[in-house]
């Protein structure tokens, strides 16, 4: 969001400042705020919950989308900022469209499926990006459309006995049944029937007689197998339908998420991940959003007791944390729960860096557990300038100020170093914000940060 940063990060800094003193600063949804994101497609692997999505271009007027991103999280509260291992360019044959795609892992691999328009047609067919990483890099699987037949959206659920589907489609629902390989298939491409009685009517359109526009989710729970999706264009609101098997018959069940937001889109996710059930969808909540400059947004919910699925409701809270996060090992600085003028960048040292930090921005990382109290701080810094700081506070951005790291001039923004402080006053679990203070222009890059217990031989910086 470089070309409109300067205005994000005046009005960024407004709504962090609004959302602190109206809410304590408890608005973590959208769960990214320095890009824009879409279509969410969560995977549970190891532990944390790896979020694949879209990525829309600033300021577009339509869907413009070049490339997809990752995130991932222990806690469903900090997201780390993976960056983008798969684009346009991961596919020779691709010429336009980094649209709504989903990741499923299997023999030890993982695998992307994500619909591109391809040079030869000019027509959306599926692609494969393959991985041994969760994060990737992802490369091209296969050299071309694993399926082309002009549709889009495509959803992959493994069944228990191991057959694999492949489902997509708007303004049809279409499936195949993937081999083992998870990059071929056999059986032929299939259509599935768009019944009234399976996916709902639709008035006023007699070219759709059914609510089914797009963006199916199929999984399977408890034995039923259901397919969430964006229903009715437009605006899109969340429904869903069930079967007793992986292709049908379909019987439609209703709404999940209302027509909500300022996006005309929405695009579900579905999840069980530490004891809880999670829905991710898309909204345009953040500064400039809107259509086409959507940000990804996730809650928490229970399903009845039937196995239906409640109304969803959009929130600016999102959910509860999930987890602690342990601030005694080293903790990316791109792991944000909220993050006020920052953005992020490839390292030199690996992964993702936050850069392009002004006077006033700040990160929050949300239930940090301090458990008898810190009394140390190190971040790794890079930085052009002297007289710069990481203001280590909690509870909010001004909030009690723990301890301040000077940041030196290291000589290159990817030239880095190490830099120590010591802290007082974190104990227990709470919410940390670090807070970057200096002159007037880009102050300084963080790659990460750890809190101990050593300590310094220095006296702790004074509260302010």
Not at 33 to 47: E, R
Not at 302 to 312: E, F, K, L, Q, V
Not at 368 to 380: D, E, K, M, P, Y
């Amino acid at each position: 969001m470089a070309t409109t940063r300067k205005l994000w990060t005046h009005i960024a800094l407004v709504v962090g400042l609004i959302l602190t003193v109206t809410a304590q600063a408890k608005a973590d949804n959208p769960i990214v705020q320095h890009i824009y994101t879409a279509d969410p497609s969560p995977l549970v692997h190891n532990g944390r919950v790896y979020l694949y999505t879209g990525h829309d271009e600033d300021g577009s007027t339509w869907f413009t989308m070049k490339e997809w991103r990752v995130w991932s999280s222990a806690d469903m509260v900090n997201w780390t900022d993976h960056g983008a291992p798969m684009s346009l360019a991961t596919f020779s044959w691709a010429k336009q469209d980094a649209w709504a795609g989903q990741a499923v892992q299997r023999n030890g691999k993982f695998y992307w499926y994500v619909p591109v328009v391809t040079k030869a047609t000019g027509r959306p067919a599926i692609g494969v990006g393959v991985s041994d990483s969760p994060t990737g890099p992802f490369r091209d699987a296969i050299g071309r459309p694993l399926v082309e037949n002009g549709e889009i959206d495509p959803s992959v659920m493994i069944d228990d006995d191991g057959q694999a589907y492949l489902y997509w489609g708007n303004p049809n629902l279409w499936y195949v049944k993937l081999n083992p390989d998870m990059i071929s298939f056999s059986g032929g491409v299939n259509r599935i029937p768009l019944t009234t009685a399976g996916f709902g009517t639709r008035t006023g359109d007699p070219n759709r007689p059914t609510l089914y526009e797009e963006g199916p989710w199929v999984y399977k729970r408890n034995g039923l197998y259901y397919n969430v999706f964006a229903a009715k264009c437009c605006s899109e609101y969340i429904a869903y339908s069930t079967a007793p098997g992986p292709t049908g018959p379909w019987t439609y069940r209703g709404t999940v998420m209302p027509t909500q937001g300022s996006s005309f889109t929405n695009h579900p996710g579905i999840i069980d991940f530490k004891g809880s059930s999670y829905f991710f969808y898309h909204n345009g909540a953040l500064p400039g959003g809107g259509g086409f400059t959507r940000s990804v947004a996730v809650e928490k919910f229970s399903y009845n007791a039937d196995g239906t699925i409640p109304t969803i409701n959009m929130t600016t809270a999102g959910p509860p944390p999930a987890d602690t996060l342990n601030p005694y090992v080293r903790q990316e600085a791109e792991t944000i729960a909220w993050g006020s003028g920052i953005e992020t960048e490839p390292s030199s040292e690996g992964g993702m860096n936050v850069g392009f930090i002004n006077n006033g921005d700040y990160i929050k990382v949300k239930n940090v557990a301090f458990g008898s109290g810190a009394n140390l701080f190190t971040a790794r810094v890079a930085s052009t300038v002297a007289g710069s700081s990481v203001e280590v506070r909690s509870g909010s951005p001004t909030g009690p100020l723990a301890g301040r790291c000077t940041v030196p001039n290291t000589g290159g923004w990817q030239s880095w170093t190490n830099v120590s402080c010591p802290v007082s006053g974190l104990t227990g679990t709470r919410d940390l914000y670090l807070r970057f203070s200096g002159g007037g222009n880009y102050l300084l890059n963080m790659n990460w940060w750890q809190f101990g217990t050593g300590g310094l031989n220095r006296t702790p910086v004074a509260a302010s």
